[in-house]
């Protein structure tokens, strides 16, 4: 499979523990984005690497989120002291420079915090 | 920054018949605007999309137009058929600032 993938699918933590997770883009893709999303909702932009730059950053971001890309290639994002209001599907995509914006997601990682 | 409002939040059609979404974006600087079906539990998957240099594209039974000046787009996807039931999210983007709507739930009944 080629596509983007993400690690774990499913995460179950208790409140105040640190959750990490990992996401693996398609491999000719510079560009990395996460995302948030809630039942209902569409997904909320969280962060956006071009490289292993990280060149934004969502307010929706406290100081709780990480996120890095130290080679250029995977990312992780990880949440210390998590909160029952971080229970959601935290999307990652890739894109490549040309065309600019086509973005593919990877499965989901779902995390339930309890 | 960019706001995006999406409509209908449901929708629902008999098999065969035509359906349309709309969306509205804030930011005249947006100049790529995708949308994505989201079948339950499964990831966004990119259905087509167009740029503002574009004012309508076509991909068999799915259409997108862009109207920059009024700041909206719109999907219409004609012989619906029961497999296109699913969440469909519009999106604007300037860049690689993407930002969504809420999403449409569409039902098509058999």
């Known amino acids: 499979d080629t596509g983007v993938s993400q690690d774990p699918r499913h995460k179950i933590t208790k409140r105040g523990q640190n959750v990490t997770f990992r996401c693996d883009p398609i491999s000719e893709h510079n560009r990395l984005y996460w995302y948030r999303q809630t039942l209902g909702q569409g997904p909320e932009f969280l962060t956006y690497?071009?490289?292993?730059?990280?060149?934004?950053k969502s307010r929706l971001l406290s100081d709780r989120f990480s996120a890095e890309r130290p080679k250029g290639s995977f990312s992780t994002l990880e949440i210390q002291r998590t909160e029952q209001g971080d229970s959601a599907m935290y999307l990652c995509?890739?894109?490549?420079?040309?065309?600019?914006?086509?973005?593919?997601f990877g499965p989901g990682t779902r995390l339930t915090v309890t | 920054g960019e706001n995006v409002e999406q409509h209908p939040s449901t929708l629902s059609v008999q098999e065969g018949d035509s359906a349309v979404i709309k969306c509205t974006y804030s930011?005249?600087?947006?100049?790529?605007f995708p949308w994505y079906k989201q079948e339950l539990g499964k990831r966004p998957q990119l259905i087509i999309d167009i740029r503002s240099n574009v004012g309508e594209k076509k991909d068999q039974r799915i259409a997108v137009t862009l109207n920059k000046t009024a700041k909206h787009f719109s999907l219409h996807i004609t012989e619906t058929q029961p497999e296109d039931s699913a969440v469909y999210f519009c999106?604007?983007?300037?860049?690689?600032?993407?930002?969504f709507g809420a999403g449409t739930r569409l039902t098509v009944k058999p």
């Open positions: 690497f071009q490289n292993e730059a990280q060149l934004e």
């Open positions: 930011d005249s600087a947006s100049n790529y």
């Open positions: 995509a890739s894109s490549s420079r040309e065309p600019a914006g086509e973005q593919y």
């Open positions: 999106a604007a983007s300037m860049n690689n600032d993407m930002r």
